[in-house]
């Protein structure tokens, strides 16, 4: 296999990867503004777009103490969202040196 084969390969997974992290992220994001502008719960996507947030954020939904709920969905879920972003993009940076 040549060196020009693998690096397409490699260049191939780490658009995948930087494109998973992405739509993680937008998810994430996407529920904060939902929550921050009132969404209506009883809606089918916006109960998709938190329920999926739940689960993406399910390590930080609950991190922060604040006082008010807004401060804690937008840190929480936010946090999720820069952690995805970064690791994902830094694995699809590292994919595209192979």
Known sequence: MSSRHRSGSSSAAA??????????????????????LDANRGNDLVEFVRSSARWLAGWSH????????????????????????????????RLRRL
């Open 15 to 36: 658009t995948i990867v930087a494109v998973i992290a992405d739509v993680m992220a937008f998810i994430l994001i996407l529920w904060i503004l939902m929550y921050l």
């Open 62 to 93: 609950d991190l922060f103490t604040f006082d008010e709920a807004w401060a804690r969905v937008v840190c929480g879920y936010g946090l999720a969202a820069v952690v995805y972003l970064f690791i994902g993009h830094g694995l699809a940076n």
